[in-house]
């Protein structure tokens, strides 16, 4: 059984970038995960630009509501939370790829059904602690987990550290950047691929080590 200790080690820092006490904070986390599926599913199986775009705007209004990004209340972690502009950039530009490739029309759907499902990722992800969503998924995991299917318990696991690492590694990125420029070197994809690609490597194996270190791979 993975430890409970060792999933608070890996999963000390979660995503606090909103205010806590907001209307979405109070929402179970089981229920904020079953209707961001619910409406990702809804986004997935509809191509009216219509409803795509007031879907948009609602989940704009939900980040809104639940003060993110953080340099809306002057939060000190307002400079980090820069990282969270990269998924923004990337999906311009795959949204001008599609545009380029399939017209106008084909591309500002992908981009509002992009944009909805996005921002409405954001908002759970702001509002939840990584451990909160790692139990549901244990708990909704548990019948197979019973049936020898799968490990719950690991499966959560793995579910808690992608969650955490995804912001992680976009700060990562952020700090390679700002140290290259302060030392005057010109930025380029190569240049900041292989020190990412190498931290990123080092964390993988602390993490690793920290798991067998702490029995995370003992049988039950």
């Known amino acids: ?73 002057g939060s000190a972690s307002s400079t980090r939370s820069s990282v969270f502009l990269w998924p923004l950039i990337t999906l311009m530009a795959i949204v001008a790829y599609i545009g380029f490739v399939s017209g106008f029309e084909h591309a500002l759907v992908v981009l509002c059904r992009l944009l ?16 909160a969503m790692m139990a549901v998924v244990e708990k909704f995991l548990q019948p197979f987990d019973r049936w020898g299917w799968i490990r719950a318990d690991k499966v959560a696991l793995m579910f808690g550290i992608s969650l955490r690492l995804m912001p992680v590694l976009l700060e990562q990125w952020h700090e390679i950047r700002e140290a290259q420029a302060a030392r005057g070197h010109r930025a380029s994809p190569l240049a900041l691929l292989v020190p990412m690609l190498v931290r990123t490597l080092q964390r993988a194996a602390e993490m690793a080590d920290a798991i067998d270190a702490r029995g995370g791979s003992s049988a039950r």
């Not at 909805?116 to 939840?128: D, G, P, R």
């Open 116 to 131: 909805a499902l996005l921002l409405f990722a954001i908002s759970v992800m702001a509002t939840t602690s990584v451990t």
């Open 1 to 73: 059984m993975v430890s409970s200790t060792l999933r608070m080690s890996l999963l000390n820092q979660t995503l606090e970038v909103s205010a806590k006490g907001t209307w979405l904070h109070r929402w179970p986390a089981g229920l904020k995960l079953l209707s961001l599926f619910s409406l990702g599913t809804a986004l997935v199986l509809t191509d009216h630009i219509f409803i795509l775009g007031a879907s948009a705007v609602v989940a704009g209004l939900v980040c809104l509501s639940v003060h993110w990004p953080p340099f809306m209340r």
